[in-house]
Nanobody
Framework: QVQLVESGGGLVQVGGSLRLSCTAS????????MGWYRQAPGQQRELVAT???????SYGDSVKGRSGISRDNPKNTVTLQMNSLKPEDTAVYYC????????????????WGQGTKVTVSS
């Protein structure tokens, strides 16, 4: 089993910045992709940013240009930096990891964290 623990959410002012971190632990053989999605009240979950084990990144249109995602592979940690925050960035942010376990090293499943709430207020 793989567990993801997120940290760094909270109340942020408009125009401010936030830094979210997520660490995967448990029976991990390999992690290919890690990243973040978010879900605002009454909205569908949407992509924020992803990063592969090789460092290739992808960003959602709503955060492109003001966000950065990075990863520490040995520590199984992914970090999201978001700047110039807007009220529409208010959401629950979910970390995910595509991971395999020692018993099935070639089978990757998606694991999710419990989410961390971010509120952007003026």
């Amino acid at each position: 089993q793989v567990q993801l623990v997120e940290s760094g959410g909270g109340l942020v002012q408009v125009g401010g910045s936030l830094r979210l971190s997520c660490t995967a632990s448990g029976m991990i053989f390999s992690i290919n992709s890690m990243g973040w999605y978010r879900q605002a009240p009454g909205q569908q979950r949407e992509l924020v940013a992803t990063i592969t084990s090789g460092g290739r990144t992808s960003y959602g249109d709503s955060v492109k240009g003001r966000s950065g995602i990075s990863r520490d592979n040995p520590k199984n940690t992914v970090t999201l930096q978001m700047n110039s925050l807007k009220p529409e960035d208010t959401a629950v942010y979910y970390c995910y990891a595509g991971a395999s376990t020692p018993t099935q090293p070639m089978r990757f499943e998606t694991y999710w964290g419990q989410g961390t709430k971010v509120t952007v207020s003026s």
